[in-house]
C-alpha cells in the first residue's frame, strides 16, 4: 500500500523529481477537530525560479515520448489512484472536511477522470488543409495542422475538489505533452501533494511534474507573471480569477470561476422532484460548489407548494461530521463561516422570511432556507459558499430570464418544467455555460464541456476541451511543384 505523507508531517514540494522541503511551513488544521494535519513548505520568490526552468527543461523530452507511452503511465496512476482511494479519501476528508461519501467518489472520479483523458489524448487528430478553397490559392499548396503543447502549464486548483481539480488540470496538461506545476490550495495542499506523488509513482519523469505550495500573497503574482508560464490553468473564486487575468498579462489561461446558478421553477413542473434536485443541489457539502444551486426563482403561482416541499427536504439534511457522513458539516474556516452569517443576517435585516436555520455551532452553519426574498438583499446575488438558500418569486418565465440574467456570475443554471417548449426558450435566453432541464446543477459528466461566461470565467474545461486548450495547432505548410508545367 502506498504511503508516502503520514499524518503531522512536514510535507515537501516535487522539485524535478526530488522531494524538497524549506525552512519555514504552514501548518494544515483539520477543518473540523482540533488536530494539526500537518505542515506544507512556504515557499519564497527564489525558490519558485529553479522549479520553472526544470518544468522547461524536462517539457522537451516529455513532448517528445509517444502519446500511447503517456497515456500508459496515466493509466497507471488512475489505477494507483483507486488503489489507495481508502487512504486517500481519508485524508482529503480531513483536510477540507468533505463528507465520507463524497470524499471516496471524489477519488474515484479522478481516476476515471485521468483514464478517460489517456484514452482521449490518443484521439486527438490534426487536419490537412488544401489552399484551393481560398479565392487567389493554387491546389499546390496544403497545410499539416498538429496538435502541440504550449509548454509548461500552471494548474491552480481550489480547496473544494484538491484532487480532482488537480487531476482536471494535470491529466490533459501532460497527455498533451507539456509540463505541469501545481499549486494546490493551501487548504487541500496535503491532499493534492499525495495526488502528485501517485503521478510520481506511476513514471512521470523528474520535472515534468512539479508541486509549488506557499502564500499566495507572497508568491501569487510572481509565479503568475513569470515569463516561462505558457498557460494558466486556474479554479477558484472571481475575485482572485480577475486579479490573475489582470497581473499575467499575454498567456493565454482558463478561468473557472465562482457561481450563482439559478434553479427556474416554472408552474407546471414535478415540484416533488424539482424540489429534492434542489435540495441536494444547494446544499451538498455544505453548498461549498461552485455549481451548488444559490438561488432558487419560482413562479409565484406555485412558490407555497414548492417552499414547502424544499422545506421537507431541508429538514431531513444531516449536521455533523463528515466522519459520519452528514451532509452539513463544518465550512471550511472561520472567515468562511463568518461571510455566510452575514449574509444571512442581511436578509434577516431586510426582511427576507426565515423558514428555517440561522444556528451556527462554531464552523457549523445549519441548513437556512429563506423565501420572498427581494433584489435589496445581498442574498439575491452574492456568492455565499455555504448552506443558504433563498427563495425568489416572480410572476413568470420572463421576469425569472431577467432575474436569473442580471447576476454577475455565469456558470449554470436549472429549468424545472414539463413543457419542452419553455424549457428550450429559457435555456436559449440564459447568459450561462451550460443549462440543465429537470436536473441540478452540476460539472459532470466531467467529458461534458464546462465553462462559465461574465465573472464565472472564461475558456471551456472537460476532458477534450481540456487538452485542446492546452494544445494548440501548429501548421507545417507543403508547396508541391506541379508536374504538368
Ligand atoms: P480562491 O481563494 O480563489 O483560491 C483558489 C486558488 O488560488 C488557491 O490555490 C489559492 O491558494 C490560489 N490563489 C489565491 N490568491 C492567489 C494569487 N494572488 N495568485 C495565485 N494564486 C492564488 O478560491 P477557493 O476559496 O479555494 O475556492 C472557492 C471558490 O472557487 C468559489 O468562488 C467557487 O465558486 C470557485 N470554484 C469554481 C469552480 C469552477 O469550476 N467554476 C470550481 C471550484 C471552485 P491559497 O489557498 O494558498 O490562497
Ligand atoms: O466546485 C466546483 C466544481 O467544479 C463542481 O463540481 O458539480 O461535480 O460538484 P461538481
Redesign the pocket.
Known sequence: MFQYIKENENYKNLINGQWIGTEDFIKIKCPYKNLILGSIPKMKTEDIDKVISSAKEAQKNWSSIGVNERAKILHKAASLLEANCDYLSKILMMEIGKDINSSISEVKRTADFIRFTADAGKNLEGETISADNFPGFKKNKISFAQRVPLGVVLA??????PIN?SASKIAPALIGGNSVIL???????ISALHLVKIFQEAGIPDGVINTV?????Q???Y??THPDINFIN????????K??AKVAGMVPMMM????KDAAIVLSDADLADAADEIVSGAFSYSG????AIKRVIAEESIADDLASLILEGVKKLTVGSPEEGSTITPL?DTA?ADFVEELIDDAITKGAVMLHGNKRSENTLYPTLFDKVTSDMRIAWE?P?GPVLPIIRVKDKFEAITLANKSEYG?QSCVFTKNINDAFYIANKLEVGAVQINNKSE?GPDNFP?S?VKS??MGT?GIKYSIEAMTRLKSIVLTIDSCES
Open positions: 491552480i486548483s481550489p480547496f473544494n475538489y481539480l499549486k494546490p490550495p493551501t487548504q487541500g495542499a505550495t506557499g502564500k499566495s500573497s508568491i501569487g503574482d509565479i503568475v486556474f479554479t477558484g473564486s472571481s475575485q482572485v480569477g486579479h490573475i473557472e470561476l465562482g457561481g461549498q460548489r461552485c455549481t471550511i468562511a456568492e459558499f456558470l460539472r464546462f462559465g464565472s470565467g474545461q
